[in-house]
């Protein structure tokens, strides 16, 4: 089974600069996560997805981030204009629907430098 | 939302067995217990997942007492390729919009 795949696994870009990262879930996975991590620190939540429909979004900076999940497969997340405090890694992480708890299974992250 | 809360960082030997604890106080009725690992430049990878008692997989158990208000990762005879932070998640099935959030983890230091 393909694993999630994410792109680019690496980001060099000025602030004030734009940047997308791409994101394709386990097939079959209907929940898809966007994960910011800071060094030091766990991953945190910015944006849930159900299908194509957002479940909780309450950490995203809507100001300048933005993510879409067109047709419930593929994902992606914009930020635009980029900041310093933006350099991280970018995680994507896809679940199913069965039942039980929220086991997620995690790309390999986009490391973003903001310089 | 149940706060999860870890040690910051654990030391241990190899060959030796590792138990890090998790306390999570507010855990509700539906909520799942999940441990995660995670290696430098790599994302978070499931380890174990248990609602009640004792949960084993080939390469570690998970103990929840009957309050399930803590709950204990055993890694047994640790190797050097173990040294990662592990992560305890509280929630329940995604569809009822639960949510389990990433506490800073448990920093585990295997040495030879």
């Known amino acids: 089974e393909a694993g999630v795949a994410q792109s680019p696994r690496y980001k060099i870009i000025e602030k004030r600069q734009s940047v997308a990262f791409w994101c394709n879930p386990i097939?079959?996975?209907?929940?898809l996560y966007w994960y910011q991590q800071i060094l030091g620190q766990g991953p945190k939540l910015l944006i849930q997805?159900?299908?194509?429909?957002?479940?909780?979004d309450s950490q995203l900076p809507k100001d300048r981030f933005s993510a879409e999940r067109l047709k419930g497969v593929d994902s992606t997340l914009k930020i635009q204009p980029a900041k310093l405090e933006d350099s991280a890694v970018y995680l994507c992480?896809?679940?199913?629907?069965?039942?039980?708890?929220?086991?997620?299974?995690f790309g390999p992250g986009t490391r973003l430098t903001v310089l | 939302l149940a706060k999860t809360t870890q040690p910051i960082s654990m030391d241990s030997y190899e060959g030796q067995e590792v138990n890090i604890t998790c306390s999570h106080n507010?855990?509700?009725?539906?909520?799942?217990i999940t441990w995660y690992q995670q290696f430098p430049s790599q994302g978070p990878r499931f380890i174990i997942q248990?609602?009640?008692t004792k949960v084993t997989n080939e390469v570690a158990s998970l103990f929840i007492p009957a309050d399930r208000k803590s709950s204990t990762l055993s890694l047994p005879r640790v190797s050097l390729s173990d040294t990662a932070v592990y992560y305890c998640l509280v929630g329940r099935h995604n569809t009822n919009a639960g949510k389990s959030t990433f506490g800073d983890g448990t920093t585990l230091t295997v040495k030879p």
């Open positions: 992480a896809s679940s199913d629907s069965g039942t039980g708890g929220d086991t997620q299974y």
């Open positions: 997805f159900q299908n194509n429909g957002v479940v909780d």
């Open positions: 248990g609602y009640k």
């Open positions: 097939s079959g996975h209907a929940t």
């Open positions: 507010n855990i509700a009725t539906n909520d799942y």
